[in-house]
């Protein structure tokens, strides 16, 4: 046998789509190269070509195994920190002169919900508790507060709703599910309170969803 056959992949680019948070040492990917030759000249060894990204040696991403082209993480990843990676494999045989061939890998984190909402100020979801003055004469409709919140992860997982929970037998606010904002649903009358202590409740739509809440006395 003469040594005129150079590995190959079967794809030249190859995209691994990997969840956040996974574990140190777990299998990303295995890469598989074929060889026609026979014994040593085709006898394949994998190695991983570093390509520029964000001036980080590639390993402190990940490691190959240059016997079974199996690829772990070296690193827990952050989707809020690293969304993705690029590098290239290369498979080289055992022959003098060597051939070898490269497929490209794209690595994209996947996003979890490891996230809570956070409500912003001025107001607070640490425990405090806020205030808002209305008029006795409000009437249906009159905008009371609105109720910020972030979320640091993306998609559905960042996706807020707002909800209220108010003391059983009251029914004179209502909070805009998407939007945060409390109003009144009608006017006041004689027998309601003078004060109406509020727990609004923030909730993402990950899984399981993560929530923050906080208090407003109205």
Request: charged content about 20%; hydrophobic content about 35%.
């Given at each position: 046998?003469?040594?005129?056959?150079?590995?190959?992949?079967?794809?030249?680019?190859?995209?691994?789509?990997?969840?956040?948070?996974?574990?140190?040492?777990?299998?990303?990917?295995?890469?598989?190269?074929?060889?026609?030759?026979?014994?040593?000249?085709?006898?394949?060894?994998?190695?991983?070509?570093?390509?520029?990204?964000?001036?980080?040696?590639?390993?402190?991403?990940?490691?190959?195994?240059?016997?079974?082209?199996?690829?772990?993480?070296?690193?827990?990843?952050?989707?809020?920190?690293?969304k993705q990676?690029?590098?290239?494999?290369?498979?080289?045989?055992?022959?003098?002169?060597?051939?070898?061939?490269?497929?490209?890998?794209?690595?994209?984190?996947?996003?979890?919900?490891?996230?809570?909402?956070?409500?912003?100020?001025?107001?607070?979801?640490?425990?405090?508790?806020?205030?808002?003055?209305?008029?006795?004469?409000?009437?249906?409709?009159?905008?009371?507060?609105?109720?910020?919140?972030?979320?640091?992860?993306?998609?559905?997982?960042?996706?807020?709703?707002?909800?209220?929970?108010?003391?059983?037998?009251?029914?004179?606010?209502?909070?805009?599910?998407?939007?945060?904002?409390?109003?009144?649903?009608?006017?006041?009358?004689?027998?309601?309170?003078?004060?109406?202590?509020?727990?609004?409740?923030v909730t993402?739509?990950?899984?399981?969803?993560?929530?923050?809440?906080?208090?407003?006395?109205?």
């Open positions: 046998d003469v040594n005129d056959n150079a590995p190959k992949f079967q794809e030249p680019v190859i995209n691994v789509y990997l969840k956040e948070n996974s574990l140190v040492g777990s299998t990303i990917l295995k890469v598989t190269a074929h060889d026609a030759d026979i014994k040593e000249n085709a006898d394949i060894k994998y190695t991983i070509v570093d390509v520029k990204n964000n001036d980080t040696p590639l390993s402190n991403y990940i490691s190959i195994n240059a016997e079974t082209g199996e690829i772990l993480s070296a690193k827990s990843f952050n989707f809020e920190e690293f990676f690029r590098f290239l494999i290369q498979a080289t045989d055992s022959a003098t002169p060597a051939l070898s061939s490269s497929t490209s890998v794209n690595v994209f984190i996947l996003d979890e919900n490891d996230n809570s909402p956070v409500i912003l100020p001025p107001y607070s979801d640490q425990g405090s508790v806020n205030s808002e003055n209305i008029p006795y004469s409000a009437e249906a409709g009159y905008f009371v507060a609105k109720i910020r919140a972030v979320d640091a992860d993306s998609g559905y997982n960042a996706l807020l709703s707002y909800h209220i929970s108010e003391p059983k037998g009251t029914n004179l606010f209502r909070i805009g599910t998407s939007s945060g904002e409390i109003r009144t649903k009608r006017r006041m009358s004689d027998s309601d309170l003078k004060t109406h202590p509020l727990i609004i409740m993402d739509h990950g899984e399981p969803p993560l929530s923050a809440s906080m208090s407003i006395d109205v």
